[in-house]
């Protein structure tokens, strides 16, 4: 998911081994840096207490990002601490660091606290099902929050529905990344758009809905005003559930985008889809992925008009 105000370290730069964040340090501490990523192999827990230190008096860091760098659970505690008491920083990316239950646990504590943070990028760690159960609060109580990266997590449906759970109560968060997750086609990510009123972008790609799970999700996606952008692509949607989201959309009055390369589109599904897009006035114009554009106006791109 391109979430706004979610950033992504670029790999192809230097990685380098571990060594002391002495210069990061002083720079926190001298309140010169905005941006910040950090590109290391590991970071003793020592470096990383000392860093924190500084993070959590610094007034001018708005976005800091560990770059595919391991960090023990006794430095994520570190980082969490820092998050409770610092008051400028937006966006944080901890993705790929090697994240556990128990990181989950000290960055969920740290949420509940933190009244700034907007971007949180958590994606391809370890928390699995169980971890997520500590979200449920921090995403009950925080106010901050805006776009929430979980992608390739291991969620599965437990793990789901505890994350679920708190949206339900949540009116801030506007997008959302559970891609690649092992979520099977159960209807609890119904519920997001059933009880959740303010996510604008979800993005549900590369898990197992399938039939059944697209039906569920195209009768909420029916009642649901304020989803934008819906991604399901590589779900193992076949006929059934396509014809149902084609039905969701005929009736959906604010979706903007729908990704559903991956998915057994054909003739007959494209002809629906179109056809429901075209009799619904509300949605004006809308993408849909695989190269298909329809437009209110009765206008279609070549790739549509090539699959009817």
Do not use: W
């Not at 920083?89 to 090697?98: E, H, P, Q, R, S």
């Not at 799970?213 to 005003?225: D, F, H, M, V, Y």
């Not at 604010?254 to 998915?263: D, T």
């Amino acid at each position: 998911m391109d979430a706004k105000g979610i950033k992504h370290c670029n790999f192809t730069e230097y990685s380098s081994p571990i060594f002391p964040l002495d210069d990061e340090v002083k720079s926190l501490e001298k309140n010169k840096v905005t941006d910040l990523a950090i590109f290391l192999d590991k970071i003793a827990d020592a470096d990383l207490e000392k860093f924190s230190e500084a993070l959590a008096k610094n007034t001018s860091l708005k976005s800091l990002s560990f770059c595919n760098t391991l960090i023990s659970d006794e430095g994520i505690g570190y980082i969490a601490s820092a998050l409770k008491i610092n008051t400028t920083l937006v966006f944080l990316n901890l993705a790929n660091i090697n994240l556990g239950i128990a990181g989950a646990q000290a960055i969920s504590e740290a949420l509940e606290i933190n009244t700034t943070l907007e971007s949180l990028d958590i994606s391809t760690n370890k928390i699995g099902e169980h971890g997520f159960g500590y979200f449920t609060i921090a995403l009950t109580s925080n106010k901050s929050l805006k776009a929430l990266n979980l992608a390739g997590n291991s969620i599965a449906l437990d793990g789901a529905s505890e994350i679920i759970s708190g949206l339900s109560k949540n009116t801030t968060l506007e997008e959302l990344d559970i891609s690649n997750n092992r979520i099977s086609e159960k209807n609890y990510m119904t519920l997001i758009l059933d009880e959740n009123t303010s996510i604008k972008t979800l993005n549900l790609s590369d898990n197992y809905l399938g039939d059944i799970g697209a039906t569920t999700i195209a009768q909420s996606l029916a009642k649901n005003t304020t989803i934008e952008t819906l991604n399901l692509s590589n779900n193992g949607i076949d006929s059934i559930g396509l014809l149902a989201i084609a039905d969701g959309l005929s009736r959906n009055t604010s979706l903007k985008k729908i990704y559903l390369e991956g998915n057994a589109i054909g003739k007959i599904e494209a002809e629906k889809i179109k056809e429901a897009l075209e009799n619904n006035l509300s949605l004006g114009s809308i993408q849909i992925f695989p190269e298909i554009f329809v437009a209110n106006d009765a206008k279609s791109s070549s790739s549509v008009d090539d699959l009817v």
